[in-house]
């Protein structure tokens, strides 16, 4: 198999870190549901229709309008979306952008500076340079030098963001910001409130597993999630979360890697070393009001690892199931805030 159909499949088994278990309800209507392909992966909108003038096509066309937005926004594989002409423009000046991108950039430096920089939207031309990135090339592991010199261009402090008018700024000509750790949880939270504002009730909506519900199917038991052992090349049902007006979003280092000399490199990158991560931390799930700060917090707990990450998430209360590889399985641990159950 060439590297290249490796990380076609790499990228496909990426795009769902959760198994999601959603079956007909036995004694009420079984869930309406719309699906479809965004930001490289699938989406699924579900939900229980509050009355027969409930319009499946108007929500479809509605759904469909608002990622393409998105995606015309905040993607880095479409070469004139907002984000990929502010990562070609020159530093110094303002950048007008829409709303939700500086709202989502704006989000995204608050969770830089509350983690120190584990989690940085700036680390961009680290990602391009493991070929982690739009511009794929065949795997090989970058050269001491290559990485310090694209870490002179990464760093929070270097990208400035204003809500009012919207706008960017970059102080490093090579700055690039790339959203994949934030973007498909707000996509979940936007296609969240266009199912609520149509009148549902009951819902769930999930892009490439990051997933948010609300209110419980018509036979009145919740939604329910499965999180997978994280086993490459396999799929397995770790633990089944129940959720209703909540999100959850899951990072792992299982699915999109690529392998020199027996070596596995994560797609997930330390921006304060410039290299994917080393640690024994498979996965992070993540349970959380909204889903952009379940999708940012998992990425950031992936990158602090397993004590460091524990440590931070029960500092700032968040419930959070870790899955540390250990040589009979994986070790499962959950901060306080955590729905705790017994194994």
């Not at 989690?119 to 290559?146: C, K, M």
């Not at 690039?176 to 969240?192: C, E, H, R, T």
């Not at 499962?332 to 805030?337: F, L, N, Y």
Request: proline share 6%; hydrophobic share 40%; net charge negative.
């Amino acid at each position: 198999m060439t590297s290249a159909a490796k990380r076609l499949i790499a990228l496909a088994r990426a795009a769902c870190l959760l198994l999601l278990v959603v079956g007909c309800t036995p004694n009420g209507s079984a869930p309406v549901e719309l699906t479809g392909r965004t930001m490289g992966t699938t989406y699924s909108v579900k939900w229980i229709a509050p009355g027969d003038d409930f319009s499946t096509k108007s929500l479809q066309k509605q759904v469909d309008q608002r990622l393409v937005e998105i995606n015309q926004q905040m993607s880095t594989y479409i070469p004139d979306s907002e984000l990929s002409r502010f990562n070609q423009s020159p530093a110094g000046d303002w950048f007008p952008v829409s709303q939700a991108l500086a709202d989502v950039v704006s989000r995204a430096k608050e969770i830089s500076q509350q983690s120190d920089g584990a989690f940085d939207v700036t680390v961009g031309p680290l990602v391009n340079l493991w070929n982690f990135g739009p511009d794929h090339h065949p795997e090989e592991i970058p050269s001491d030098a290559a990485i310090a010199e694209a870490l002179a261009n990464v760093g929070d402090s270097k990208l400035q963001v204003r809500l009012d008018p919207p706008a960017l700024k970059k102080s490093h000509d090579k700055l690039y910001v790339d959203l994949s750790a934030i973007a498909k949880g707000y996509g979940v939270d936007q296609l969240a409130q266009l199912v609520a504002d149509a009148g549902a009730k009951s819902y769930m909506v999930e892009i490439g597993g990051e997933v948010r519900a609300a209110g419980r199917k018509s036979d009145g038991s919740p939604w329910r999630i499965a999180i997978e052992k994280p086993i490459p090349g396999a799929r397995a049902i770790q633990e089944i979360v129940e959720l209703s007006n909540q999100s959850l979003a899951t990072s792992g280092d299982y699915r999109n890697f690529f392998e020199v000399d027996g070596e596995t490199f994560s797609h997930t990158i330390d921006p304060q070393t410039g290299r994917p991560l080393g640690h024994q931390l498979a996965s992070v799930s993540v349970l959380h009001s909204d889903c952009a700060a379940a999708d940012a917090f998992a990425t950031t707990l992936m990158v602090l690892g397993p004590e460091r990450g524990y440590n931070w998430a029960e500092q700032n209360k968040l419930a959070v199931l870790f899955l540390i590889r250990g040589a009979d399985g994986p070790v499962v641990r959950r901060t306080s805030q955590w729905p705790q159950r017994g194994e």
